[in-house]
Nanobody
Framework: VQLQASGGGLVQAGGSLRLSCVTS????????MGWYRQAPGKQRELVAT???????NYADSVKGRFTISRDAAKNTVYLQMNSLKPEDTADYYC????????WGQGTQVTVSS
């Protein structure tokens, strides 16, 4: 597995979590990196992406609450999640690679009301 996601957990509504995705150098520099999520019974959906140049894109549902960033020295992409809501509960996956088709294992986020 070339992308290792971590940082999930159980948090109360209004709380914060920071997810990390450590990857190989080749994947990190290949281009876009992103976070996706999949809630039970739902399709996997985009959360946020970031380009090599630092341009970011967010799903409307997380704008203003989540921040994606990347640390080139650590080959790591982060997802800072603030003001969490119960509807943010899902398995979160990082994605990247030359064809943007490499996936990491999920990290579970549970937000209690």
């Amino acid at each position: 597995v070339q992308l290792q996601a971590s940082g999930g957990g159980l948090v109360q509504a209004g709380g914060s979590l920071r997810l990390s995705c450590v990857t190989s150098r080749s994947i990190f520099v290949a281009g876009v990196m992103g976070w996706y999520r999949q809630a039970p019974g739902k399709q996997r959906e985009l959360v946020a992406t970031i380009t090599r140049g630092g341009t970011t894109n967010y799903a409307d549902s997380v704008k203003g609450r989540f921040t994606i960033s990347r640390d080139a020295a650590k080959n790591t992409v982060y997802l800072q999640m603030n003001s969490l809501k119960p509807e943010d509960t899902a398995d979160y996956y990082c994605r990247g690679g030359p064809s943007f088709d490499d996936w990491g294992q999920g990290t579970q986020v549970t937000v209690s009301s």
